[in-house]
């Protein structure tokens, strides 16, 4: 198998939790960081998955992640 597809999943409520939680079960995926306003939802987040990379803003987590997709789960 290739190299797994660095995921950055931004937004850590309902629909980001699951949307990690289905990528980090796909080993073509890596988690590599998420990103919520709320620090409390992603704190959560990243315990259940193992203890991911935590952002409060966008932009910090693109430039120190560099991912291969980013997964947008938040509102419009």
Same mark, same amino acid.
């Given at each position: 198998?290739?190299?797994? &597809?660095?995921? +950055?999943?931004?937004?850590? %409520?309902?629909? %980001?939790?699951?949307?990690?939680?289905?990528?980090?079960?796909? /080993? =073509? @995926? !890596? *988690?590599?960081?998420?990103?919520?306003? %709320?620090? $409390?939802?992603? #704190?959560? +987040?990243?315990? =259940? &998955? %193992?203890? +991911?990379? !935590? @952002? #409060?803003?966008? =932009?910090?987590? &693109?430039?120190? $992640?560099? /991912?291969?997709?980013?997964? *947008?789960?938040?509102? /419009?």
């Amino acid at each position: 198998m290739s190299n797994p &597809l660095r995921v +950055l999943v931004v937004g850590c %409520g309902n629909m %980001g939790a699951s949307h990690a939680r289905a990528y980090h079960r796909m /080993p =073509e @995926f !890596e *988690i590599v960081g998420l990103v919520s306003r %709320g620090a $409390t939802s992603r #704190g959560a +987040l990243s315990r =259940e &998955l %193992g203890g +991911l990379a !935590e @952002f #409060g803003h966008y =932009e910090e987590a &693109l430039a120190a $992640t560099k /991912p291969d997709v980013v997964s *947008i789960n938040t509102y /419009p």
